[in-house]
């Protein structure tokens, strides 16, 4: 393997889960809601963006164990252990999280957002608007 980059934060998740063990397993099912604080000096960047954009936000898992390259999906025991990246588990050999999530408010540097389960603090990589047509793998369905 090639040596890895490092990445800067762009800032970072405030949330009400203080507790890496509160956290739900998929933001978008449970509709959490969120704020991510963006880098003050980042927030002329967030021009174009409004309430109802559909946006990835991608974190850093900064608080995850080992990685784990067999798990049980979902830490469901009942189910048959799979391989790491058939799953969506945070113990990733580069634990980096990536989430679809709705923009609720944009107050200067500051979105609401819905969806997102990071604990408070967890650092924030990068943003990117999805885009109908492009995300969606063409001639699929959900």
């Known amino acids: 393997m090639s040596q890895a980059a490092s990445f800067q934060p762009i800032g970072v998740v405030r949330s009400a889960l203080d507790d890496l063990d509160a956290a739900p397993s998929q933001g ?28 990835w936000v991608l974190c850093h898992f900064d608080r995850a164990k080992q990685v784990k390259l067999k798990v049980h999906p979902r830490g469901d025991r009942s189910r048959p252990q799979t391989g790491l990246f058939s799953t969506r588990s945070p113990h990733r050999v580069n ?29 924030v990589l990068d943003l990117k608007p999805w885009v109908a047509g492009i995300d969606q793998p063409r001639g699929e369905q959900e």
Do not use: K
């Open 28 to 55: 978008p099912e449970a509709g959490t809601t969120a704020v991510i604080e963006l880098d003050p000096a980042l927030a002329e960047g967030l021009q174009g963006l409004t309430p109802g954009r559909w946006l």
């Open 95 to 123: 634990p980096i999280s990536l989430t679809l999530v709705r923009l609720e408010a944009l107050e200067g540097n500051r979105l609401t957002v819905r969806g997102l389960e990071m604990v408070d603090g967890t650092p």
